[in-house]
Nanobody, 123 residues
Framework: QVQLVEAGGGLVQAGGSLRLSCAAS????????MGWFRQAPGKEREIVAA????????YYADSVKGRFTISRDNAKNTVYLQMNSLKPEDTAVYYC????????????????WGQGTQVTVSS
């Protein structure tokens, strides 16, 4: 079992940056693959980025590729999402998620979710 708490959301102007963090409880954080998802009003939740247990393998949705970076610090039980060149269409509630697995990243099948943090990008 792992509990996830996101932080770092807020209001930013288009072109600005934010860094989201997700702190995980427990001593087995390094066993979990991690992902960041988002859900905008009236839209389905979508995956933004995913990261393997070691941090060596990453995935990015086309809409954020080149602008967002996912990373993790296993010593701090924390995963990050650095968001640069933000656009109004990035406005959403952002969730981090964890799942067990082998060495790769995963786009589905997440078992544990945080409560979400709001990101609002003004034009």
């Amino acid at each position: 079992q792992v509990q996830l708490v996101e932080a770092g959301g807020g209001l930013v102007q288009a072109g600005g940056s934010l860094r989201l963090s997700c702190a995980a409880s427990g001593r087995t954080f390094q066993w979990y693959a991690m992902g960041w998802f988002r859900q905008a009003p009236g839209k389905e939740r979508e995956i933004v980025a995913a990261l393997s247990r070691s941090g060596a393998n990453t995935y990015y949705a086309d809409s954020v590729k080149g602008r967002f970076t996912i990373s993790r610090d296993n010593a701090k039980n924390t995963v990050y999402l650095q968001m640069n060149s933000l656009k109004p269409e990035d406005t959403a509630v952002y969730y981090c998620a964890a799942r067990s697995g082998s060495s790769g990243y995963y786009l589905t099948g997440y078992d544990y979710w945080g409560q979400g943090t709001q990101v609002t990008v003004s034009s």
